[in-house]
């Protein structure tokens, strides 16, 4: 390797993608042209970056498996920041193994982290939990340390387990700060500020008021019982009643929920559940048969109780909450996967949400309708965005896969 592609690879490693620029920017040898797309990837141009990596790899040859495999993995890492989730992770996971058998350990972690946060980002918190358990090597450079602990940062506030969040965010942040790099010093900044924004919205006898994530964790091992509209389940400290596949079920207990310790009317349940606007002998019948089905399903957590009205939530806890997310949205789903201010793919949002594609079209064009989220580009290359919600960390409380109403 001669001195100008290692004068910008340590200028790439240290986050001057313009340094590394201005010294292979007229070369296309194989080398160059692979700093070259990793510069470009740093400047935001994604689409000339992918293209010059994809040239790369092609130079590159049969024998050059470990530059091929850099290069695979460099693309990988293009697509996850551009939210092109149908990318073939096999490939990224080949290219991983192939790092591996030939000793480069540091681009191999690098790619693993990578897999991790794809994980991550489709709520496949096990097996991500368990790909970023694999031993690594140290020591490693400050910037993929950093990497590292940002990744276990957002596992830990998923399992809502803030204290190890903050803990790992502020190794990121020392990781971060050595490494000098501004764009991973920022990085590290925004996930720590999700730790001191609204996660969820409390709704209690009536009453509403919004819970950081720590005040949510703290929630979950109490010995309320609460209705869990972020994750759809109904649970206390030792169970968990999943409904995310019973949406009925779970619209009653909703409604049950928000009025405890009062009854609910049947005219309002069967609204709620059905979406009637007027009930029938029909939607009455309909709905002792869903009630009775609630109550087989919510075990020994509450009994349901019938009323002169309507129908009541008899909890084997003391008290009943409902945990909403913070915005009160039809598609708040979607709005949650697009607050993290990237451009998506309606195919992307229907991995991440575990729904279909039309499904997801139809709740874009509603908010496109009603200018919460922008498109722009045509065909197979439109992508769809919305500034950050402020001051709020909606993308947290969401699972896969979910039900979108």
Same mark, same amino acid.
């Given at each position: 390797m001669d001195s100008? *592609? =290692? !004068? #910008? !690879? $340590?200028?790439? #490693? @240290?986050?001057? +993608? %313009?340094?590394?620029?201005?010294r292979i920017a007229l070369r296309d040898d194989a080398p160059a042209l692979a700093l070259r797309g990793i510069a470009m990837a740093q400047l935001g141009d994604l689409v000339r #970056?992918?293209?010059? %990596?994809?040239?790369?790899?092609r130079a590159f040859g049969a024998k050059e498996a470990v530059a091929r495999a850099r290069c695979v993995v460099a693309e990988a890492e293009i697509a996850f920041v551009s939210r092109d989730l149908?990318?073939?992770?096999? @490939?990224? $996971?080949a290219a991983r193994a192939t %790092?591996?058998? $030939?000793g480069d350990r540091v681009n191999a972690a690098h790619a693993r982290y990578l897999e991790v946060r794809r994980l991550l980002l489709i709520g496949r918190l096990d097996e991500a939990e368990r790909t970023l358990a694999e031993p690594d090597p140290t020591p490693f450079p400050p910037a993929l340390t950093a990497a590292r602990e940002l990744v276990v940062a957002g596992i830990a506030m998923r399992r809502l387990r803030t204290g190890a969040a903050r803990a790992a965010l502020a190794r990121a942040e020392r990781a971060a700060h050595h490494a000098g790099i501004p764009a991973l010093s920022a990085e590290v900044e925004a996930a720590s500020l999700v730790l001191n924004t609204p996660a969820a919205?409390? *709704?209690e006898r009536g009453k509403e008021r919004l819970l950081l994530l720590d005040e949510v964790e703290a929630l979950m091992a109490s010995k309320v019982l609460v209705v869990d509209a972020c994750r759809h389940v109904v649970r206390d400290a030792q169970t968990v009643v999943p409904l995310a596949r019973r949406p009925v079920l779970f619209a009653l207990a909703r409604a049950l929920g928000e009025a405890w310790p009062s009854d609910v009317p049947r005219d309002t349940l069967v609204a709620r559940a059905f979406r009637a606007k007027s009930a029938d002998e029909s939607h009455r019948a309909r709905l002792r048969v869903e009630i009775g089905r609630l109550r087989a399903a919510l075990g020994t957590l509450a009994g349901v109780s019938a009323t002169k009205h309507g129908f009541a939530l008899v909890p084997r806890a003391r008290e009943v909450v409902v945990l909403a997310r913070p915005v009160d949205e039809a598609h708040a789903a979607v709005l949650a996967v697009l607050s993290d201010g990237e451009s998506w793919s309606s195919s992307a949002l229907a991995i991440a949400l575990g729904a279909s594609q039309r499904t997801v079209q139809r709740s874009l064009d509603a908010l496109a309708s009603a200018g919460k989220v922008q +498109?722009?580009?045509?065909?197979? #290359?439109?992508?769809?965005? =919305?500034? +950050?919600?402020?001051?709020f960390t909606t993308t947290l409380l969401l699972p896969a896969p979910l039900l979108i109403d």
């Open positions: 100008l *592609i =290692t !004068a #910008a !690879a $340590h200028a790439l #490693a @240290a986050g001057d +993608p %313009l340094g590394a620029l201005n #970056a992918k293209a010059l %990596l994809r040239s790369a790899a149908g990318w073939p992770a096999k @490939a990224l $996971h %790092l591996e058998q $030939h919205r409390l *709704i +498109p722009f580009g045509r065909g197979r #290359a439109r992508r769809w965005m =919305t500034p +950050p919600v402020p001051g």
